[in-house]
């Protein structure tokens, strides 16, 4: 088999809920064994994070303050075929503090035991950096995917990127800016469901 099959799940408050379904070229020498396409995957998998991330204005899960924040529960199953990766993820106002992030923990972990399954190996969790230079915090999932302007975050204003329909910028030059960037997981997109009403 050649290609890698990530389904994406991203919760916010409000039983808001989006459904991505990617697909990505695995590359030969990432095919000898079962090690080296976990690895490959999880890497690709880490560079989703951006474009994932700024595609909607949600609001936390838990406390649905607006989310600036995600924590992602990831699934692989890179020994079937075709070779699988599900990626939870939960909005949130924020994570290594407070209680929503212990919140959304406790019940995947608590989800895992009543359906006794096993859980997949390897569940990862991404740390969480410090925000980037200048900033107190990280921007809302609804600011523009580049400049990360928070102004732009829920004056309704942004647009989609027309190739995708899911990663969202605040105008054109900043959609241009980031095309180097953004091209390499649009061009993995198959399908996006909303479930925003
Ligand atoms: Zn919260
Ligand atoms: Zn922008
Ligand atoms: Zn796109």
Redesign the pocket.
Known sequence: MSALIITIESYGGDDKKAEMELTSRIPEAARANLQLTTTWAMDLVRSLGNDLKFIYDWKCYVCEKPAGETFYILAAWTHLTPPRVHIFIHNLCAIDQGPCHLEVEATSAELKRESGHPGPPPAIKRPSPPPPNGMTHWPLTGACAKCWKEETATNGSLSR?G??K??RYCGRDCQVADWDK?KK??KM?KSVRWFVE
Request: net charge positive.
């Open positions: 990127c190739r995708c899911m990663t953004h997981v649009c997109v």
